[in-house]
């Protein structure tokens, strides 16, 4: 393999975007997992329990990118409403996609099936390199570029090293680049679920004391659920006989779908935010979780770093035909400052939403309950959060 101007880390959502980003401008860039590039799922493969609320904005991306179109029909759906209501109070807010004329507000689609849409795009591009599974065993800046070891002894250089390895980011740990964590003090517990009424392609979300429980629509009819509560009772929820789950679950919904009439294999993943103080370090760019982990109530993790991507790829293909070193710190500073800018707000009104939802006193209730019907109702303003729910706010992200 020749070397690349960029070295991406991580090949999750967020850096195989920024690898076909790139390499759709004829960058050349080399993208490395330690796991394996995953597979197309077969036809009649079961739904994996991992799926992503992908916002209108992040799809026509993917759609520019002759990306969507590799997805297959069954595993990704539309939606065009979110409901959102309060279960400690008379609270509650709609959102619909004609409210800014769109004709849905995003797409439900399985984790898998996108990543192996990324990575077939990709090996049909030149400029791009997959090395997976293969790992990054360290690497030395100088002034020129950086070197990296691999740990099969090869070596590769490049202008840029991108870590866009996820939470625990060991690039971000090695560089000692320093983030602020949040301990959620919770779990969530997902699956897929049959349901007694039809989801007419509407994500609900109705807020527990205990945390927030969504349902979103799938394609085949079902809905996948992201149940956060506390860790322990996420535990036990895993553990109760299908026909209990099914019951409680039914009942912490408010019966708003009716009955649960089926539930999948249940999987626990413990919740914990963070942001890095600094995205950048000596040729080196945070990607991604890598950067800031939010809690799901708002599904835009993912969202967050395909825009992060698109910021990326701005400035280093505007880099690269002007010539410029890919990894001197003036090329990434306005990625940088653009994308804490834009990031650090929705990281803080997600984790105050967290806590106000979690507040269980009389006036806090009292005034998410009043809150929430007042935005309801305030037209300019609910247009202005539906346009963000579609990710047509993100600057990053505008056609
Ligand atoms: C329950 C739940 C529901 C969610 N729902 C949504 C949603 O609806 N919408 C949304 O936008 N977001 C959602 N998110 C958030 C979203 O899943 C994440 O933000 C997103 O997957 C992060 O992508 P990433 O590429 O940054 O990191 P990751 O997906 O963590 O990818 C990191 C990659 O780096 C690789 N890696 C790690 N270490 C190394 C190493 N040392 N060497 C080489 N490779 C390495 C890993 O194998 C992996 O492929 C949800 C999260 C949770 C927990």
């Not at 996609?97 to 769109?102: D, P, T």
Request: aromatic share 4%.
């Amino acid at each position: 393999m020749s070397d690349a101007a960029v070295l991406i880390v991580g090949a999750g959502i967020a850096g195989a975007t920024l690898a076909v980003l790139l390499a759709d401008a004829g960058v050349p860039v080399t993208l490395i997992d330690h796991r394996p590039s995953p597979p197309a799922p077969t036809s009649g493969q079961p739904l994996d329990a991992r799926v992503s609320a992908i916002h209108a904005a992040a799809v026509g991306l993917y759609e520019r990118l002759g990306v969507w179109s590799r997805l297959p029909a069954g595993r990704q759906a539309p939606f065009g409403r979110i409901e959102v209501w309060d279960a400690g109070s008379a609270g509650r807010i709609g959102f619909d996609s004609a409210q800014v004329g769109q004709p849905w507000l995003g797409r439900i689609v399985e984790n898998r099936s996108l990543l192996a849409a990324l990575h077939g795009r990709l090996r049909e591009m030149s400029a791009a390199g997959v090395l997976a599974p293969a790992t990054l065993a360290d690497w030395r800046v100088d002034e020129r570029g950086l070197t990296a070891g691999l740990g099969d002894g090869r070596e590769l250089t490049a202008q840029l090293l991108v870590a866009a390895d996820g939470a625990a980011s060991p690039l971000r740990e090695r560089a000692g680049l320093a983030c602020v964590h949040d301990d959620f003090g919770q779990s969530a517990l997902v699956c897929h679920v049959a349901t007694e009424h039809a989801h007419a392609d509407t994500a609900r979300q109705r807020f527990l004391p205990t945390g927030p429980l969504a349902f979103l629509p799938l394609a085949d009819g079902r809905c996948s659920i992201v149940w956060s509560t506390n860790p322990g009772e996420a535990q036990r929820l895993a553990q109760l006989p299908e026909e209990a789950f099914a019951r409680e679950l039914a009942g912490a919904f408010d019966h708003r779908l009716g009955a649960v009439t089926a539930v999948d294999e249940r999987r626990v993943i413990p919740l914990r935010g963070l942001e890095a103080e600094r995205y950048l370090g000596p040729r080196l760019a945070l990607l991604g979780d890598a950067a800031h982990v939010v809690h799901p109530l708002a599904g835009l993790g993912a969202n967050l770093g395909i825009g992060d991507a698109a910021a990326l790829a701005h400035q280093l293909v505007r880099a690269h035909r002007s010539g410029r070193d890919l990894g001197w710190v003036e090329t990434l500073r306005p990625y940088e400052r653009g994308r804490r800018s834009e990031n650090l707000p929705v990281v803080q009104a997600i984790r105050g939403l967290q806590r106000l939802f979690r507040a269980d006193n009389a006036p806090l209730r009292a005034l998410r309950g009043f809150g929430l019907l007042a935005v309801d109702r305030i037209g300019p303003l609910k247009r202005l959060l539906t346009a963000a729910a579609c990710g047509l706010t993100d600057p990053a992200l505008r056609a």
